[in-house]
């Protein structure tokens, strides 16, 4: 599990703690900076095997310090990393898990009340970590995973990503009236967040109930006016509809349709050059084309329908050799 981001915030970090060396004044504390610091090079090059030595030497004095504490996180996700996706019923790479598991248990436990910010974070990242760790790809345990997330969301009840990682083991458990109802209560704790109703209309879309998705997707347009993205995903789902779903009868594909059409029209005005926007209008008005029966209305619709084809592939030549 590395990525930029957390990459940036590991760098910065250590050298927050390594500063603090000079800090400590007892021998033992000392000792455990230097493979606290260890461990924390061996991180950086993704030398897990090393990292583990290092943070485990940091540790095995019992610290008090927070900053060392930290180090449960680092241990954890080494054992994390070390862990080999698809090896089921080995006993050696199963402990690997299991070691995270309970290394990510002490970061979230040691670190819950951490002094500073940073410290903190950290904490709330093992718990994250932890989920994750409980998920189908790996210890596929939810009935675990369920009290951490709600732990995760005692302590910070207006962060909706602790809602949908909750709505999410309900909804892999089959508890989809549960899931529903948790993401409802991260729509409640914060309404206008575009993101909990981008949770709500995939909910809905995996759920087979096509209104409340859209009227999901609608309402995270509405938070979010000035994102073609935001009006571009209309349209492809009114278009999907109307295409694929061989329920719909022609006076609600025309619907469709036409609302598909309304909403990339208000992406491509707010972005002229949205390529895949300028797809998606083309797809929609060559499904009008289809309907209407008049020859001439018909050729012009799918005239219209190969130039924005045409600006959609210059568009993209354009941005490949930009």
Same mark, same amino acid.
């Given at each position: ?7 940036? /915030?590991?760098?910065?970090?250590? #050298? ?46 019992? &610290? ?44 979230? /436990? ?5 002094? %500073? ?19 189908? /790809? ?18 910070? &009840?207006?962060? @909706?990503?602790?809602?949908?990682? =909750? ?13 529903? *109802?948790?993401? +409802?209560?991260?729509?409640? #704790?914060? @309404? ?6 981008? +949770? =709500? ?13 859209? /009227?999901?997707?609608?309402? *995270?347009?509405? %938070?979010? @006016? ?8 209309? #349209? ?7 295409? *694929? ?5 022609? &006076? ?42 008049? &020859? ?6 799918? %005239? ?19």
């Amino acid at each position: 599990m590395w990525n930029n981001g957390f990459k940036r /915030e590991f760098v910065l970090f250590s #050298a927050l703690v390594l500063g603090s060396t000079a800090a400590c004044g007892k021998v033992g504390e000392l000792q455990a900076m230097r493979g606290m610091k260890a461990g924390n090079a061996a991180y950086a090059q993704q030398n897990y095997k090393a990292a583990v030595e290092g943070y485990e030497q940091a540790l095995a004095t019992d &610290p008090t310090n927070e900053d060392l504490q930290t180090s449960y996180f680092f241990l954890a996700n080494s054992y994390d990393n070390l862990w080999k996706p698809g090896v089921t019923g080995d006993p050696a790479n199963d402990a690997l898990m299991l070691k995270a598991v309970d290394n990510y248990q002490k970061a979230a /436990e040691k670190l819950a009340n951490a002094q %500073k910010p940073a410290n903190r974070n950290i904490g709330k990242l093992a718990l994250q970590y932890l989920v994750a760790a409980y998920g189908i /790809e790996k210890l596929n345990d939810p009935a675990k995973a369920e009290p951490v997330v709600q732990r995760m969301i005692q302590m910070d &009840p207006a962060d @909706p990503t602790n809602y949908f990682a =909750l709505a999410k083991i309900y909804e892999d458990a089959g508890l989809y009236d549960d899931a529903e *109802r948790v993401l +409802m209560l991260s729509k409640a #704790a914060k @309404p206008n967040d575009p993101a909990v109703y981008q +949770m =709500l209309a995939g909910f809905y879309n995996r759920q087979g109930q096509f209104e409340k998705t859209m /009227e999901a997707w609608q309402t *995270r347009a509405v %938070k979010d @006016p000035k994102n073609p993205e935001a009006y571009q995903t209309i #349209a492809t789902f009114y278009w999907d509809e109307a295409y *694929r779903d061989p329920r719909v009868k022609e &006076p609600e594909k025309r619907a469709f349709v036409q609302k598909g059409i309304e909403a990339v029209n208000t992406a491509l005005e707010l972005n002229p050059n949205y390529s895949e926007a300028l797809v998606y209008k083309g797809l929609l008005l060559r499904l009008q084309a289809n309907m209407e029966k008049d &020859p001439t209305k018909q050729q012009a619709l799918i %005239k219209e329908a190969d130039e924005l084809r045409d600006k959609a592939q210059t568009t993209r030549k354009q941005k490949a050799s930009d």
